[in-house]
T-cell receptor
Framework: DQQVKQNSPSLSVQEGRISILNCDYTNSMFDYFLWYKKYPAEGPTFLISISSIKDKNEDGRFTVFLNKSAKHLSLHIVPSQPGDSAVYFCAARLTGNQFYFGTGTSLTVIP | DAMVIQNPRYQVTQFGKPVTLSCSQTLNHNVMYWYQQKSSQAPKLLFHYYDKDFNNEADTPDNFQSRRPNTSFCFLDIRSPGLGDAAMYLC????????????????FGPGTRLTVL
């Protein structure tokens, strides 16, 4: 049973525009949510996180929004750059070092 | 640079032949994780070590075992690989993630792609 879902396998965005990647989850006990970025032949690298007690966290061009009532979070990248082209994974943590990942969204930023 | 290293990057084994994947870290993190990622699927946590304490996920098959002889190294042993065990295996580390405390991210290695013939 997939507790973290990314329903869009791919997304294409024009350079300079906003990229919005979405993630839904089912377990209300998750206390932290994370976004990872993955390039081919590399492991995922941490991008940004948000605690379940917050609804927004911003880091430069990246902002994560959390809607607990809807069990939904999103990653906004603005402005999008060609170097942002990668697979983005949403992940959620249960206490006790248990992490659950989504299936990933492949973002392509078109120059 | 401090990092998470996985060897080998590509491993080929035969059906039923035991195989060991290795992971080492220079971050001195006390938590180490093993994930299995099959094609187009989410990385799935198999187990993790908190220091020497082993924590197995409930649905991890008995065919998968792990060893952590010291802080720096962690091994994934697949006792009798089946065709369904072909996947990318990702190792990750983190500092202790205490409930309610600020989260320290996981640092991932590049993965080992396992092929079972």
């Amino acid at each position: 049973d997939q507790q973290v879902k990314q329903n869009s396998p791919s997304l294409s965005v024009q350079e300079g525009r906003i990229s919005i990647l979405n993630c839904d989850y089912t377990n209300s006990m998750f206390d932290y949510f994370l976004w990872y970025k993955k390039y081919p032949a590399e492991g995922p690298t941490f991008l940004i996180s948000i605690s379940s007690i917050k609804d927004k966290n911003e880091d430069g061009r990246f902002t994560v929004f959390l809607n607990k009532s809807a069990k939904h979070l999103s990653l906004h990248i603005v402005p999008s750059q060609p170097g942002d082209s990668a697979v983005y994974f949403c992940a959620a943590r249960l206490t006790g070092n248990q992490f659950y990942f989504g299936t990933g969204t492949s973002l392509t930023v078109i120059p | 640079d401090a990092m998470v290293i996985q060897n080998p990057r590509y491993q080929v084994t035969q059906f039923g032949k035991p195989v060991t994947l290795s992971c080492s870290q220079t971050l001195n993190h006390n938590v180490m994780y093993w994930y299995q990622q099959k094609s187009s699927q989410a990385p799935k946590l198999l187990f993790h070590y908190y220091d020497k304490d082993f924590n197995n996920e409930a649905d991890t098959p008995d065919n998968f075992q792990s060893r952590r002889p010291n802080t720096s190294f962690c091994f994934l042993d697949i006792r009798s690989p089946g065709l369904g065990d072909a996947a990318m295996y990702l190792c990750a580390t983190s500092r202790d993630t205490i409930a309610g405390a600020s989260l320290d991210t996981q640092y991932f290695g590049p993965g080992t792609r396992l092929t079972v013939l």
